[in-house]
């Protein structure tokens, strides 16, 4: 369990690197030299349009992307730029081809979970809830029932104001509790809901009264609401189809039911087929929406002959998401057999794949690149550290030069400067070495004890 948490933290930081990408920055198809965090690679970005148009209109059923360029030419960030283009909560699921055969589960059952992270389903909702502005709150404290010296609240009085309607409430405990923890105040515009008494606070309201304005900067200004208290919302929220399979999977389970947590590595094939019928079902009934995602897999010369045949299936499936792949590898052996293949990849795949490359960059495109990531971490450097980032850049790696920005600042920091200057990013340099050197260095530690 805490395994799977450290996996989770890790993608996250992953994702982390290309914050700042927001889209491929085309305009009629065509890429701007620098726009939506992106900057150069413009025959790559220009396809990856086309991806995202052919996606649009159904018509990457059955086929697959790969990205094939050297390391750091900016892979990751085209798939997960393409992931943005496809809309807001598009999932964007992440996964290098070796964590396939790290856990202790099947590698088929990774792929799957990965297919099945990588698909969302918004699900609307309709609830009944109140809405209002609040005139007057009142929390009712009594004892706790195991601790005399502590109060609690017991309940509330609330009242809400719409423009044509003005209702008191008697809440119970669980919605005064709901009040206290969202920092509820007099003059809040907030929605209960009817059922489960959950709060939305929306912010201060901008009819609040005088004695109510005092926090009006710091909150969202909200109008009054409009129309009677009681009304009826539509709510939408996305899950991914691993989510349902995970709950549906859960319920009932003792262990669950005693501990919480998820015991259940491997999901059963049922489980999963329900989970499918009852989405359709949703999705017959307008209640619910699939919407594929991208599922990104990096390094994918390391799959072996079964991994690569069971994607090529899942890839007809009628709920199959956006497949990219990526590598930095040209002809090298397809795992698992004796054939040579370019990327390492059977030959029947291939056949399928939209294959895009990737070039390096020239240094006025690394260097845009540094700046708007130092802006993305808040990182301010000097000119001369800059044009030092700009030459590991070119010389070692972007990413390693993208990775030198914190450590530079944390060091910057120390000497007491707030901006960074060459000899910061110098020293970050000696501290952390890039991926040649620390493989250089553990070679020639390897010759050393052979002798
Ligand atoms: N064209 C680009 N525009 C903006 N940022 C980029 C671009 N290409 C790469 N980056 C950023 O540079 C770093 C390294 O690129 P990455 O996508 O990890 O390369 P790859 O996956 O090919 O190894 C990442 O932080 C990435 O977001
Ligand atoms: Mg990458």
Redesign the pocket.
């Known amino acids: 369990m805490v395994l799977s948490r450290v996996v989770e933290v890790r993608r996250f930081e992953r994702v982390g690197?290309?914050s700042?990408?927001k889209g491929l920055g085309l305009k009629d198809g065509k890429a701007l030299p620098i726009a939506a965090?992106?900057?150069?690679?413009v025959e790559a970005r220009e396809a990856a349009g086309v991806i995202v148009s052919m996606v649009r209109e159904g018509k990457m059923a059955g086929r697959a992307v790969l990205l094939a360029?050297?390391?750091?030419?900016?892979?990751?960030?085209?798939a997960s730029a393409i992931a943005k283009e496809l809309g807001e909560d598009v999932p964007f699921m992440m996964i290098t081809a070796s964590e396939v055969y790290s856990a202790e589960v099947k590698k088929t059952e990774v792929l799957m979970q990965a297919m099945r992270k990588a698909i969302g389903v918004r699900i609307k909702e309709v609830r009944k809830i109140y809405e209002g502005m609040i005139t007057e709150l009142e929390i009712k404290a009594g004892r706790h029932p195991y601790n005399p010296y502590q109060q609690i609240p017991i309940g509330a009085k609330i009242k809400l104001k719409t423009n044509v309607d003005e209702r008191s409430f008697n809440v119970d405990e669980a919605v005064a509790q709901e009040l206290i923890a969202r920092g509820v105040s007099k003059g809040d515009v907030i929605w209960i809901d009817a059922e489960t008494g959950r709060v939305t606070k929306l912010g201060k309201c901008i009819e609040a009264p005088a004695e109510a304005r005092y926090d009006i900067e710091a909150s969202p200004r909200i109008p009054l609401p409009q129309g009677p208290i009681a009304k009826e919302r539509e709510f939408v929220h996305t899950v991914t189809l691993h989510d349902l399979d995970e709950m549906h999977a859960r319920r009932g389970s003792v262990f669950t039911l005693l501990f919480g947590g998820r015991e259940e590595r491997e999901i059963p094939p049922e489980v999963r087929q329900e989970v499918d019928e009852t989405v359709k079902r949703w999705v017959d009934e307008g209640r619910a929406e699939v919407i594929p995602g991208v599922l990104f897999i990096?390094e994918v010369s390391a799959l072996d002959i079964e991994a690569f045949s069971f994607l090529g299936r899942a890839m007809e499936g009628e709920l199959a998401p956006v497949i990219i792949l990526?590598t930095?590898r040209g002809v090298t052996k397809v795992r698992g057999t004796d054939i040579v293949s370019p990327h390492g990849i059977p030959l029947d795949l291939l056949d399928r794949l939209l294959i895009i490359t990737?070039r390096e960059?020239t240094a006025d495109?690394v260097k845009e690149?540094l700046k708007?990531?130092a802006a993305e971490e808040g990182v301010d450097l000097e000119e001369d550290a800059l044009s030092v980032l700009i030459k590991v850049g070119v010389e070692n790696s972007?990413?390693y030069a993208?990775q030198l920005l914190s450590p530079s600042f944390e060091i910057a920091k120390r000497s007491g400067r707030s901006k960074v200057t060459a000899v910061d990013v110098e020293q970050a340099k000696k501290l952390f070495v890039d991926v040649k050197q620390s493989m250089a260095y553990l070679k020639e530690y390897e010759e050393k004890l052979l002798r």
């Open positions: 690197a290309h700042h990408i965090g992106m900057v150069g690679q360029g050297p390391p750091g030419t900016g892979k990751t960030a085209l990096d990526a930095n990737t960059y495109e690149i708007i990531r972007l990413r993208v």
